[in-house]
């Protein structure tokens, strides 16, 4: 008798190997199918962040684009609202009254109704602003109106730290802040000469017509790919007593008090610098106005640089170490200034090499020191933003205005107050570290 039973099996290893087969080639789909999703989800958070970077970018840009576009046509400001230099300077000053005041309003705001609204509105008031600017029948309407450009503009200063505040902590904030460095030290290179041009081809008006255009620009990319990265609080109360409260809860914080600090006595050096470099360089070292344009140029090339230098640093270093390093040899460079200018030993090219050198450690002292500020903070990041931004405006005003009371003919009133500014900042830094050497608990209160 045959045997039947070597056909059913042969039929079932058969069956068996096509199940097995269909099953591993189902699994492999999936596989397939997941890695595909995972790549797709991943570049199109690529694509978010990317899209986040040029929108924070655009919005940082706003003030430096308000204050150097338009510096190149003062005189042509002057003579066509038929008054003098000093007065259109007045221009300037009303801007940055407008940026201080502005920081103080917008940051419980921030905090209390979320990022995107408060950014929005601020972005409106400075489009209407610079509008008013361009249509300006007098020099009194220019300065008022250049107030209200800044207290809008200002609000990009602030709104963007809290966001990057929101979305990121650590090394990685500071890194991030660096970034937005580099745009924010291209923008006073690319600025003056844009605004040359349209002097030239056009009229100052035009100037800020363009301002406006770009706020406006800002405005409507932030309605469309910004997203909101806190919610309303209604528990942060804007009655001005809370308001002042909280500025006061934020000050006690010993973090934010020794890098807030920090950041604001690194500001005042580089304000220091801005206020004297024009007399150091055309007046004393004999260079041409178009010579000074280019290491002018030159120098914030270099603040550039540093900011991207400091995000490969964080790679290997903490954010701390970073800073302490980079203010310990920012105070070492401009003592060599300092004894060269007593001794009068240092040249043009070791006056230019020393200053380059001192500004490259600002860029790194600057993203890391106000990364460290924000760091305790979540709730109230709006607030800390505002408040360390006011600091730097007010430490940045007293240091050009000292060098500019101290002026002696001399490259040593802007050279020693760079180096004091240096050395409160180093004293902050280095005096406070084995009390904020550690990492700082969140502060939510």
Known sequence: MRDVSRPVKAINNTWKEITLHSTSKKKQEDRTESTASIQAEQALERKRHNTLILVLAGIMAIGPFSTDMYLPGFLAIGKGLKTDIAHVGLSLTSYF???SIGQIVYGPLLDRYGRKKPLMLGF?????????????????????????????????IVGSRAVVRDLFSGTEMARMLSLLMMV????????????SF????????????????????????????????????????????????EYVD??????????????????????????GSAFVYMKLLGFTEIEFGLIYGGNVVGLVLSSQINRVLLKRHSAPQVLRTAAAAQFFLIMLLVIGGFTGF???????????????????????????????????????SALI???????????????????????????????????????????????VNRSPETHNR
């Open 389 to 435: 931004g006011s600091l730097q405006m007010v430490a940045g005003a007293l240091s050009s205005g000292l060098v500019s009371y101290l002026h002696n003919g001399t490259m040593m009133p802007m050279v020693l107050m760079m180096a004091g500014c240096t050395c409160i900042g180093l004293l902050l830094l280095f005096g406070s570290a084995l009390v």
């Open 184 to 195: 924010f030290g291209i923008a006073p290179i690319v600025a003056p000469t844009i605004g």
């Open 250 to 275: 934020v000050f006690r914080n010993r973090a934010f008090v020794t890098y807030g600090l920090a950041a604001a006595a690194a500001t005042a050096g580089f304000f220091s610098y801005i206020a």
């Open 97 to 99: 009254i407008g940026v």
């Open 346 to 384: 240092v040249g043009k090219a070791a006056i230019l090499g020393l200053i380059f050198c001192y500004l490259f450690g600002f860029g790194c002292i600057m993203s890391n020191a106000i990364a460290l500020a924000l760091e305790p903070f979540t709730r109230n990041a709006g607030t800390a």
């Open 124 to 156: 409106l008031v400075y489009t209407v602003a610079s509008l008013g600017c361009a249509l300006s029948p007098t020099i009194n309407v220019l300065v008022a109106m250049r107030f209200f450009a800044g207290f809008g503009a200002c609000v990009g």
């Open 198 to 245: 349209i002097v030239s081809a056009f009229s100052w008006q035009y100037i800020f017509l363009v301002l406006a255009a770009i706020g406006f620009l800002v405005f409507l990319a932030m309605g469309k790919f910004l997203r909101e990265t806190k919610g309303r609080d209604d528990s942060i109360s804007l009655h001005p007593k809370n308001v002042m409260l």
